[in-house]
T-cell receptor
Framework: AQSVTQPDIHITVSEGASLELRCNYS??????LFWYVQSPGQGLQLLLK??????LVQGIKGFEAEFKRSQSSFNLRKPSVHWSDAAEYFC????????????FGAGTRLFVKA | GAVVSQHPSWVICKSGTSVKIECRSL??????MFWYRQFPKQSLMLMAT?????????EQGVEKDKFLINHASLTLSTLTVTSAHPEDSSFYIC???????????FGSGTRLTVV
């Protein structure tokens, strides 16, 4: 069965430090991959997506992610974190099987300390 | 780009009453809409898939008689939580797909609190 694993429930980084959020997926074919951010009480905002092509994907707010097929990973990175980046981050797999369903990881809560 | 609007943003209702949540695609025709639920501090789980003009397909464990989904037009799908109970309190969010827009654009979500 398809699944998405985010091994870190929460991560704390200092403002200005680099960030990497891990994501692994299980899927038979090359999936559509996404990262979303959710601020408390808010909806989901799409940070970036990978469908095909260049495995390094640039997103909004200075985020990027790299698709590594051999590792079934799609880790999210940011070189310098800002306090406003504190939020919940969800990695997701999109399955285009008679409708585009999204399977979410459990999420990683990012805390940013001054 | 594709915009999905959801209304209301939050609602409080009494136990036993019904609540209707709307999901609209503003700038494209959505042949398919998806409804997700998120319990506090948990991830989002797909509840059901609705195709315009046909009955919704529910995921395993989701009560179709409790969560009524209507997708009567290409721009509107509604989720009605019938006879709501406190355990239905959750964050409900929709996404829409159609006209080349895959279902990865989400509405802003609805926070339902049943008291």
């Amino acid at each position: 069965a398809q699944s998405v694993t985010q091994p870190d429930i929460h991560i704390t980084v200092s403002e200005g430090a680099s960030l990497e959020l891990r994501c692994n997926y299980s899927y038979g074919a090359t999936p559509y991959l996404f990262w979303y951010v959710q601020s408390p009480g808010q909806g989901l905002q799409l940070l970036l997506k990978y469908f095909s092509g260049d495995t390094l994907v640039q997103g909004i707010k200075g985020f990027e992610a790299e698709f590594k097929r051999s590792q079934s990973s799609f880790n999210l990175r940011k070189p310098s974190v800002h306090w406003s980046d504190a939020a919940e981050y969800f990695c997701a797999v999109g399955l285009n099987t008679g409708g585009f369903k999204t399977i979410f990881g459990a999420g990683t809560r990012l805390f940013v300390k001054a | 780009g594709a915009v999905v609007s959801q209304h209301p943003s939050w609602v409080i209702c009494k136990s036993g009453t019904s609540v209707k949540i709307e999901c609209r695609s503003l700038d494209f025709q959505a042949t398919t809409m998806f409804w997700y639920r998120q319990f506090p501090k948990q991830s989002l789980m797909l509840m059901a898939t609705s195709n315009e003009g046909s009955k919704a397909t529910y995921e395993q464990g989701v009560e179709k008689d409790k969560f009524l989904i209507n997708h009567a037009s290409l721009t509107l799908s509604t989720l009605t939580v019938t006879s709501a109970h406190p355990e239905d309190s959750s964050f409900y969010i929709c996404s829409a797909e159609g006209q080349g827009n895959y279902g990865y654009t989400f509405g802003s979500g609805t926070r339902l609190t049943v008291v």
